[in-house]
């Protein structure tokens, strides 16, 4: 692993100067907290990656999971990880304090998160399944369920899970059979399968708590069936020890990456005694869901944040210290060699990992502020916060993820045949982050989600508040001359968004429900593209606010190397936009008319 | 692995079709030959594929060759399969027949390439690698080495190998060390060390015959001072047999992917008695390599383009198969769910896998039909033909290297979680993929060639023939209706080419190196997307011909599937070119700019 997997930096750049995250301090639900909270918080989390995770990282890849004797066995870090994440309040960083929680913001969580998924993304997601899952259980569970469960995996002796998919049921969650009898004792007995369960059964938690969707016998068919259950892998008896649940392991699958986490295949009810615990009321499971589903959407926008920023630092490391070639200009052999770092298209590379890296984090945690905002507003100003929230959260969860794929192999790249061995971390990066555009609703479906519902929701209320967020950086914009060209380059891609929008909504209008959604994928990869943008907008302010404060030397560098990527987004990745826009509004339809006998040699 | 792994009828269709192979039989060279007897080599070569390699693909990832004794152990098909390539004549295919050849067209060697690619890649590096190593002995070497090695390595009892790179000389071969000291008896000592060797020993050989560049003492500096030898792992004593050469395996690397072909660390020298042979005259070296470069890089871009057709029939098959989710205008629940086939955004994502694929194939047999009519032509049309293969080959090495890359992701993406676990190749094609943009010279490499030598060179004549190559498909295209639309698109892309290489020469004119070639890997991009719609518009061309001359039903769906991936291609990938000229054109520089301090954080 190289030296350095994120910057304190740029992380601290985007929470204090970008995002103004102190002045959350001012409500007060945070009025404990304070910049040097925060800053505590987070030197903690970079001193566990660092010490803790970072060193596991390669080796948890080497160790896979094991199924032995019904149990998964997994890397010793995770105990320990999940202790340290009990123990110092990480799994409830976020949560009030009467819930057990550190009542922090939930951005400073998730830049956590941020921090620990750099280091090492596998060992990350076990802490962050945790808090989703407890997250759900108390928002909607009874107080029953809220005390048996959540101090326990607040602790990080019990690991949370969200039990979803099934062999016949992955994107079309209502096609779901496993079902749950009810019984005259207070809980369901559940019968069914589940597969692709992250965590589902591990040594490194005594005992796995599946938040898990199933159909009680007699509901509506789809969607409007499908109920929520705690279902424990080991239940509580009377007397207090855990006994099996019935719930049985029946694989672990083998991945090309994310090793270092157990992927399951689940087993309830094989014996007749899998007891699930009815959370909420019957039949609206999926919309409980929806929380921890939003939230690991953002997280896994994080995580792939998280890879593509440790890959960006391995190779920026690399590209300093490997000596290859001459300048272009002066290819005189009786010179030395220079650092690949000297050559352009190495510096097009490297600044292409930084702008989608820096871009992508910029944006999750501008979501987690607003996610903050809204849980601790009224009214209005709540209303406000949820729509930009539900609007923006699958374009974060989808960027990140799919330009974090192309981000990290331009990284390989950068190490030519280096890259592709295991001498260096960045092939492992490259496997780990390929998972990211398929879990937590791939990305054809965040874009079915982005077009098909948030953005027509509301008659477009999302998407008009959304512009006017977007104006609040190009108004100051316009003012700063060197800003100012970037402004209007975006100012005008807000016109083009529209347009675009306006054309495919047309065919909605028309009940030409294909057509309308047939390149959702596209107008997302367009929508995803101005929202880093717009977020490079705002890094560019920042960076020009902090030139005009007298900075140091040091600092200088900084802000000029932020305005430096800032222009390589608009000028290399933003020009992107043309084509997808020319593609979405061209009216020729080929997808659609596309069919299986023209597939047919 | 899937069902199948390539298409027969599409290869029959580029070939006799679209590029008229059977024309080069009037050619007196191939006399011989017919229809026929393509058609029963590459029958021949698609059931090896299917019967032989196939089924070895993914025994030979989770075996990887290991370093025993100092010699690397490989998977037992890799003797089968060589002795098969050189008792079948596969080895020696294009060879003339006074050379032990089979005196077939290169194209249909390269056909032949493209189904062992798909059916096993790192199976089919073996002989690849055999063949361009003994056609450089053919053509450079002394007739005491043609008489020694080359009827060895076409019988597949000899590996041939390139040794170019160094540990402080991989993209840059001027600062190449390992040296060549003559001595009285007509060899030169070899010392050094050789790095990424692919197939640079193994147990499914009796010898291996490396094509090694190395310095004479006293030689000039840089590329001018490299000569050419051949260096074998075991030496012919006087008496005939085999001794060792002092050439030491030192390591294996562990790699992501291709793990069915070792690529290795070599010492030579080190007991101070490995003899090399020269090849040619002293300090040419790198110009005779450069024959089996670009075979190599030709043959690189072909095993892309065999992953991806791989990738591509796996996926479509997993898409006719798999029920999830309901067509999008009729969300009904109580309805059985379709095959993802169904869904636009899958069609989408399979008709980019084929553009890709196809469009790839194409133009890399349209750059081999070059080759042999340049290999068999004179004067004028010798010339003519040798500056289109020297213009398009690092187009042709990279395009399907790059985008065959993001079509194997889009293929694994079709299968969801199942695409991220071995139980479906698409992992592995992920894998095995992704070493195609890095050796036999990094896309970037590819970029400075295409850019800062062949576009400028004998001013532009390269280029000139090229656009008339590509309106011999215009022209025609202007004439039908349906395919007008598309050559109007690919006339207008040839003036913005044109006027982009005008921009980016000026800089050249005004002797700013830099800035003319720093983006070259977006020029690359461009040249390579306009390319492959030229092929794609021949193929609209042959496939509305097909359709005109009163097809079966079968046919006539194969020639309209045709025109659909057609027009995919002009509507989804031909529109990036705006984007990427805009970048090339608009003046500002900012890799050139940007330096070392502003990525200090």
Redesign the interface.
């Known amino acids: 692993m190289a030296e350095r997997f994120m910057?304190e930096?740029?992380l601290k750049f985007v929470l204090y100067e970008v995002l103004d995250l102190e002045s959350l301090t001012k409500l007060p639900y945070y009025q404990d907290h304070s910049r040097e909270i925060f800053d505590l918080t987070l030197d903690t989390a970079i001193r566990m990656g660092r010490d803790l995770l970072a060193p596991a990282f390669q080796e948890m890849d080497k160790q896979q999971p094991q199924l032995v004797n019904g149990e998964v066995k997994v890397h010793s870090l995770v105990r320990t990880f999940m202790k340290e994440s009990g123990e110092g309040g990480w799994i409830g960083a976020g949560f009030p304090y009467d819930a057990g929680g550190q009542q922090l913001p939930t951005t400073v969580a998730m830049a956590a998160g941020f921090v620990f998924g750099a280091a090492n993304f596998a060992a990350g997601a076990y802490p962050l399944l945790t808090t989703g899952a407890s997250h759900l259980i108390l928002s909607f569970g009874s107080d029953e369920l809220r005390e048996i469960y959540v101090p326990q995996m607040l602790s990080g002796k019990w690991q949370g899970t969200m039990a979803l998919?099934e062999p016949?049921?992955?994107?079309?969650l209502?096609?779901i059979t496993t079902r749950a009898e009810p019984t005259d004792e207070g809980y369901y007995k559940i019968f069914g399968q589940k597969?692709?369960i992250s965590a589902g059964d591990h040594s490194g938690v005594d005992n796995v708590i599946h938040l898990m969707l199933a159909k009680i016998k007699g509901a509506p068919?789809?969607?409007k069936g499908i109920s929520l259950f705690v279902v424990p892998k080991k239940r509580l008896d009377p007397d207090g020890t855990l006994v099996s649940n019935d719930v049985t392991t029946v694989g672990v699958?083998?991945?090309?990456?994310?090793k270092g986490c157990p992927?399951t295949q689940l087993s309830m009810g094989e014996n007749g005694d899998c007891r699930g615990y009815l959370v909420g009321e019957p039949h609206k499971g999926l919309s409980y869901m929806f929380q921890m589903m939003n939230e690991a959407r953002l997280g896994v926008g994080m995580q792939a944040t998280s890879i593509a920023a440790a890959a960006y630092y391995a190779s920026?490391e690399y590209a300093?210290e490997r000596?290859?070639?001459?300048?272009?200009?002066t290819k005189d052999?009786?010179l030395p060699?220079v650092p690949i770092?000297?050559?352009?298209?190495?510096?097009?590379m490297?600044?292409f990992q930084?702008a989608i890296t820096e871009g992508s984090l910029s944006l999750l945690l501008q979501c987690s502020l607003y996610a903050d905002l809204a849980a601790h507003s009224e009214g209005e100003e709540k209303e406000r916060y949820d729509l930009l929230l539900d609007l923006l959260t699958p374009v974060a969860k989808s960027y990140p993820s799919e330009m974090g794929?192309l981000s990290v192999?331009q990284g390989?790249?950068i190490l030519?045949?280096y890259?592709?061995?295991?001498?260096f971390p960045l092939?492992q990066y490259?496997?780990d982050i390929?998972?990211h555009?398929?879990?937590e609703g791939?990305?054809?479906i965040q874009?079915?989600d982005l077009l098909g519902r948030k953005v027509v929701m509301k008659n477009g209320a999302a998407a008009r508040l959304y512009f006017e967020e977007v104006y609040q950086a190009i108004t100051p914009a316009l003012q700063d001359p060197t800003l100012k060209p970037y402004a209007e380059k975006l100012q005008e891609a807000l016109g083009t968004l529209q347009a675009v929008t306006t054309h495919l909504v047309g065919f909605a209008l028309k009940g030409e429900?294909?057509l309308f959604?047939?390149?959702?994928?596209?107008y997302l990869e367009l929508f995803g593209i101005i929202a880093v943008a717009w977020q490079w907008l705002l890094q560019g302010l920042a960076a020009q606010e902090g030139l005009q404060a007298g900075p140091t030397e040091?600092e200088a560098?900084?802000y000029?190397?932020k305005l430096?990527t800032m222009?390589?987004f608009y000028?290399?990745e933003f020009?992107?936009?043309?084509?997808?826009a020319?593609?979405l509004t061209?009216g020729?339809a080929?997808?659609?008319?596309?069919n299986?006998?023209?597939?047919?040699?």
């Not at 016949?168 to 079309?172: C, F, I």
């Not at 699958?253 to 994310?258: L, N, R």
């Not at 000596?323 to 200009?329: D, H, M, S």
């Not at 080929?590 to 596309?594: D, F, G, K, L, S």
């Open positions: 910057s930096r740029n998919t016949q049921a992955g994107s079309s209502s096609d597969i692709f068919l789809g969607v699958y083998h991945k090309m990456g994310y992927i920026l300093g000596p290859q070639g001459r300048k272009i200009a052999p009786s060699q770092i000297e050559h352009a298209d190495v510096r097009r490297l600044l930084r794929i192999s390989l790249q030519g045949g890259g592709y061995c295991d001498e092939e490259y496997r390929r998972i555009p398929i879990h791939t990305t054809g874009a079915l429900v294909e959604l047939a390149d959702a994928t596209l040091q560098l900084f000029q190397g430096m222009r390589y000028h290399y020009p992107k936009i043309q084509g997808l020319t593609r061209d020729v080929v997808t659609t008319e596309m299986r006998e023209l597939f047919a040699d």
